[in-house]
């Protein structure tokens, strides 16, 4: 299984365009993460028409809750158990994308501790997509796009394996069917279905 993960990063990473040079660096920025919040707010837009602000509220909260539970298990929980290392620092011939914004190929591994499964950017897309699915259904056109764009730059700027973001969407998405029924049960007791 590890062959096959290692081969298919091998694809992806060293199909280069410069098409994807300069689209998907934004996908792996904090300003991805900003059409999730669009979506967000897409999702509760036709509660604010009727002010309904408790449902709003409650949503509102679990949004921010389960980004917090997620980012945080991924970081201080996940990758520490399972203790992969990255790309960059584990495999010979690699398209590296560095802090400083530039490509590079890495004929050697970096040596550096680093920690790869699962990717959080995965896991935290994979939350906020399915967790915005339970607001409101139609804000997939926009979630699933983006996440799988979150997932492919992950792996095509040498950061993770593709198993690495597969299993971060696994997680994010439990988290976020999970929240998802939290937050409707509390809703349909507290406030106003969606």
Known sequence: M???????????????????????????????????????????????????????????FFFVLGYGISDFSCSHILKPIFGR????ASLE???????????????????????????CHATNAGFLMVYTFFLRRQTLFLTLPTAILVGLSRV?????FPFDVLGGFFFGSILGIVLGIISGRITKNYGRRL
């Open 156 to 160: 095509y700027l040498g950061h993770h």
């Open 2 to 60: 590890e062959s096959f993960d290692q081969a298919l990063f091998y694809l992806i990473n060293h199909a280069r365009s410069p098409f994807f040079d300069a689209i998907l660096p934004f996908f792996t920025s904090p300003y991805a993460f900003l059409l999730f919040l669009l979506a967000f707010f897409v999702a509760l837009f036709p509660l604010a028409l009727r002010k309904n602000i408790r449902t709003i509220a409650i949503a509102f």
């Open 93 to 119: 011939r690699v398209y590296y994308y560095t802090p400083e914004g530039k490509f590079v190929f890495l004929e050697k591994p970096i040596n550096k501790e680093t920690r790869s499964f699962p990717s």
């Open 85 to 88: 290392e990255r790309p960059f």
